[in-house]
């Protein structure tokens, strides 16, 4: 019997439950995670930023995302990077109709 292997995309997946604080739209449809790398002990590095580099809530965003991974990896790290800077732009399809809900025009 072969174990199934966790995948990038998996990751992604249970990324979707991290939610933005500010926005309340979850941080992969914002377009915050730029890359998922696994490595052979389960481990995945998350490069990721923010909406700005100022914003106070990284500790909120660590705290949920170890929720959102447990047990789906065996552990998580945040690489934050803010190259290239996040925009507008790297917003999903679907995280422009949620935010539009909101009342936001994107």
Do not use: H
């Amino acid at each position: 019997m072969t174990e199934v292997k966790t995948s990038d995309d998996d990751v992604l997946e249970a990324m979707k439950d991290v939610v933005d604080p500010e926005l309340g739209i979850n941080v992969v449809d914002l377009g915050l995670v730029y890359g998922v790398a696994l490595d052979d002990e389960g481990v995945a590095t998350i490069d990721m930023t923010l909406t700005s580099a100022a914003c106070p809530l990284t500790d909120v965003i660590e705290d949920q995302t170890q929720v959102a991974l447990d047990g789906v990896v065996d552990a998580f790290r945040i690489n934050w990077v803010w190259m290239p800077p996040w925009g507008p732009d790297k917003i999903t399809d679907e995280g422009r109709e949620q935010l539009r809900a909101l009342g936001f025009n994107v």
